[in-house]
């Protein structure tokens, strides 16, 4: 039994949470032999914008999602600190409140995000906090991309990165948002209770969160 914790931090804006969330999330929980895997939803998410942002909607939505895991309230636990500390949500700072020196933090970084990462708000600080692990969603060139932006971080921050090769579900949020706009069906989409969620809240008719 080792003496500190591999705890996982998977941040979005989970507008809506989807099927595609729920399987990273078990992926980078098993891949990495997580601890704990804590799901924090953003209040204001600084690098895309959110129609109308609703950061307490899409906490409750998240809470819902993730509540449907068997490892829910085991080793996954969705916590609201970026939504209780109001504002922008920045990386940097939700790693530096839950890092300690008996902890190893690894943060889940999608490739779309991670292919920016040099851009964020204090990027030295996220790669000296945490490993930064990539759930891989490409191939070919892409994943060559994926490669030299890997070494110039490591060369620029001596970022720890780890790239997890498993083929992601190809669900978005905007997708699903489009779909309700339509007025088309999202089972299979989303868990169940999203999908009630989202109708009985009426969600996105007119990009509302």
Request: hydrophobic share 35%.
């Amino acid at each position: 039994m080792t003496d500190y914790e591999r705890l996982g931090i998977y941040g979005g804006t989970f507008s809506p949470p989807h099927n595609g969330h729920l399987y990273a999330a078990t992926t980078f929980l098993n891949k990495i032999n997580l601890d704990r895997l804590l799901i924090i939803p953003t209040c204001i998410p600084p690098h895309k914008e959110v129609f109308s942002n609703n950061p307490k909607a899409r906490l409750q939505m998240t809470e819902l999602a993730f509540s449907g895991l068997p490892e829910y309230g085991k080793k996954i636990f969705v916590d609201d600190f970026e939504y209780a500390s109001g504002g922008k949500s920045y990386t940097a700072n939700t790693l530096e409140h839950f890092s300690s020196k008996n902890r190893h933090l690894f943060f889940l970084c999608g490739t779309d995000m991670f292919l920016t990462l040099d851009s964020w708000y204090r990027p030295d600080k996220i790669c000296k906090l945490a490993t930064i692990v990539v759930m891989d969603r490409y191939r070919g060139e892409s994943k060559s991309a994926i490669d030299a932006y890997a070494v110039m971080l490591k060369s620029k921050y001596n970022a720890s990165i780890s790239i997890i090769d498993a083929p992601p579900l190809e669900i978005s949020s905007s997708q699903i948002r489009d779909a309700v706009v339509n007025g088309n069906d999202i089972s299979g989409l989303v868990p169940d209770s999203i999908r009630k969620y989202i109708e009985e809240n009426k969600l996105y008719r007119n990009e509302q969160v």
